[in-house]
T-cell receptor, first 115, second 116 residues
């Protein structure tokens, strides 16, 4: 089955700890994205990557880092600099290029909680 | 910068009644518009999208939306709702540069409640 997988489903972070959220897709999509969702706030873009070994900051990149070493993988690290990390994190992917193909498909999400 | 407004935080509709969820956007160029639905604790599922052409677009689960440039709106409609339609609905606008997507800007969502 083609799709986007995120792991783990739940993640707990201690104060001062870095944690990494996994996002994998087997859709052969070029572009991948990370969003953060808070109650009543909708989704906000953290980082995105249109091609391997390249990525751009979104609207709320501070306290986060990413890498894109493989086309199918786009892990997100929540660093200790992110003071309010509790949220639902969603990964998405799309085919690169304008037109009908430029639709984002979402994974099931990871809920991050601070201990 | 683009923005999306969903004026209704909550909407309650009786099962079998019609539904309209409002969405207004702000974007300097021709917008690419989307409606997504989210069940509690789940990811987002695409309902429909507008890129160009016919301003009335059909989606999955019996939903449709109409793009009105003069009103900067992209309202979602369904003629008869089912209890399974209860969920959170998000409108989004896409920004593109260099031939690729820069990410979506989302509204804050509308929580749909279905009364029996």
């Amino acid at each position: 089955d083609g799709g986007i997988t995120q792991s783990p489903k739940y993640l707990f972070r201690k104060e001062g700890q870095n944690v990494t959220l996994s996002c994998e897709q087997n859709l052969n999509h070029d572009a991948m994205y990370w969003y953060r969702q808070d109650p009543g706030q909708g989704l906000r873009l953290i980082y995105y990557s249109q091609i391997v070994n390249d990525f751009q900051k979104g609207d709320i990149a501070e306290g986060y880092s990413v890498s894109r070493e493989k086309k199918e993988s786009f892990p997100l690290t929540v660093t200790s600099a992110q003071k309010n990390p509790t949220a639902f994190y969603l990964c998405a992917s799309s085919i690169f290029g304008q037109g009908n193909s430029e639709t984002q498909y979402f994974g099931p999400g990871t809920r991050l909680l601070v201990l | 910068a683009q923005s999306v407004t969903q004026p209704d935080i909550h909407i309650t509709v009786s099962e079998g009644a019609s539904l309209e969820l409002r969405c207004n956007y702000s974007y300097g160029a021709t917008p690419y518009l989307f409606w997504y639905v989210q069940s509690p604790g789940q990811g987002l599922q695409l309902l429909l999208k507008y890129f160009s052409g016919d301003t009335l677009v059909q989606g999955i689960k019996g939903f449709e939306a109409e793009f009105k440039r003069s009103q900067s709106s992209f309202n979602l409609r369904k003629p008869s709702v089912h209890w399974s339609d209860a969920a959170e609905y998000f409108c989004a606008v896409g920004a593109y540069s260099g031939g690729g997507a820069d990410g979506l800007t989302f509204g804050k969502g509308t929580h749909l409640i279905i009364q029996p």
